[in-house]
Nanobody, 114 residues
Framework: QVQLVESGGGLVQAGGSLRLSCTASGDIFRISTMGWYRQAPGKQRELVATITRGGSTNYADSLKDRFTFSGDNANTVYLQMNSLQLGDTAVYYC?????????WGQGTQVTVSS
């Protein structure tokens, strides 16, 4: 099993930036994929970005120009979000996969104001 703890969310004005962090603990060496999803009010959870253990990344096309996903090659991944827009308001969830089983963090709220 793995535990995921996110941090870094908050309130930011449109055009601003935030950096989210997610630290994994537990069976971190069994993680095959790790990344971020988000869920806006009234909408389904959607992909932001993921990375596999082999280094392959997958970004949502609409976000790749403003969001940067990175990791420290240990147990922490980051999501740098720039030029934030009102539509980026959502709960951002850290995600990990081990042997086909999905794990989720508790989520961190990002609110973009005008």
């Amino acid at each position: 099993q793995v535990q995921l703890v996110e941090s870094g969310g908050g309130l930011v004005q449109a055009g601003g930036s935030l950096r989210l962090s997610c630290t994994a603990s537990g069976d971190i060496f069994r993680i095959s994929t790790m990344g971020w999803y988000r869920q806006a009010p009234g909408k389904q959870r959607e992909l932001v970005a993921t990375i596999t253990r082999g280094g392959s990344t997958n970004y949502a096309d609409s976000l790749k120009d403003r969001f940067t996903f990175s990791g420290d090659n240990a147990n922490t991944v980051y999501l740098q979000m720039n030029s934030l827009q009102l539509g980026d308001t959502a709960v951002y969830y850290c995600y990990a996969s081990i042997s086909g089983r999905d794990y989720w963090g508790q989520g961190t709220q990002v609110t973009v104001s005008s």
